[in-house]
């Protein structure tokens, strides 16, 4: 009986952790790519306590006409310069010509960062995964097949554990295994000759 229930509680636990490590990889890669974002490593800490350096922060595509005031945003600094930033929107700024510029600063932050033309404008941001960051950087970037390749494993201990055939009359399981009757026979009578 007590294996039995440290069999079932394994599976349940098992399952368990196979949901979440399903729930992680699509809040951390399916929700940015089906948006149009990015999942992104966070680098310094400026936002925080927003998020923190080694957080994952997950992004969706955004026109800049779609931009307020409160939104956190990253956008690129300089054309030649693959590094992003995320910092959130303090203000805008309206040009001679009509065109919006945005004023930035991270939340940790004391002074703004230098005005953001609509064009620099890449991603919004939605939410974060803390320590994901981290993880991923040292999984090399291989972090979906990490993720997936546990998911696996997990969901297919959990599967052996609830199929796993039980032995019958187990003492260890069942308590002690009752006797097996024993067959009775027919009472038989003497036959008598006759003489």
Known sequence: MKHGFI?????????????SLAALAVAAAAVPALRGGQALTVLTGSMQPTFNPGDRIITEAVAPAEV????????????DDPELITHRVIGT?????????????????????PVVEGKQIR??????????????????????????????????????LIVKPGRKNDPSEDGPAAAAPT??????TPRRAMV
């Open 93 to 113: 700024r309206i040009g001679a010509d009509g065109t919006v510029a945005f004023i930035m600063q991270g939340d940790a932050n004391s002074a703004a960062d």
């Open 7 to 19: 069999r079932g509680l394994l599976g349940g636990v098992g399952w368990a952790l196979a949901l």
């Open 123 to 160: 991603f919004r941001y939605l939410y974060h995964i803390p320590y994901l960051g981290t993880l991923v950087e040292k999984a090399g970037g291989q972090s979906g097949m990490l993720v997936t390749g546990v998911a696996v494993a997990i969901i297919g201990y959990g599967i052996f």
């Open 183 to 188: 067959p009775r026979r027919a009472a038989s």
């Open 68 to 79: 307020q005031v409160g939104d956190i945003i990253t956008y690129l600094p300089n054309p």
